[in-house]
């Protein structure tokens, strides 16, 4: 192999509702490339934060809602294809590490990331309704997962060693 391939490690977040909310779950709306998507609260792992902390900051950024990771559900490989503007079509792997969690309130006023259009609470059948507008296939599997009761991975299994933080080297 000649050239250098990583993929690009992303975490999202599966939160089922409680009271008015139960059976549903907390999604955004997000403008992409390819228009109006689904997708559960997720982003990329930013430098020098942990795994389970970046779930905490996408959720946050993008539903205004306080996340409490309470498990792993899974770490999805997936591959698509990434089409930019006037460059031909290429394949970008992802690597997804999906939290399962509860939220708190939202922050009122808080604003929310850049093309998150707006936070909202779906049933699992209105995500298998809507599968055709999902950011990605890990959308749907990763909610059939929950819902099929997949055992949780404790988050005790992730370690991030202070050099990942930023933090010099003694």
Known sequence: MS???KPNVTVAAVVEGRGAYAGRYLMVEEETRDGLRIN???GHLDPDESIVDAAIRE??????HPFTPTGLL???LSRSMKNRLNEPIEPV?????TFVG???EPIEGMKLDDGIVRALWMSLDELRATRARHRSPMVMRCAEDHAAGKPLVPLSVLYTDTSALGALLV
């Not at 959720?59 to 205004?64: L, Q, S, V």
């Not at 792997?93 to 590490?97: G, I, P």
């Open 102 to 104: 509860t939220v708190g």
């Open 74 to 76: 899974a770490v999805y």
């Open 93 to 97: 792997t992802f690597l997804r590490f």
């Open 3 to 5: 050239e250098f391939w």
């Open 59 to 64: 959720t946050m950024e993008e539903t205004a």
């Open 40 to 42: 559960q609260p997720a």
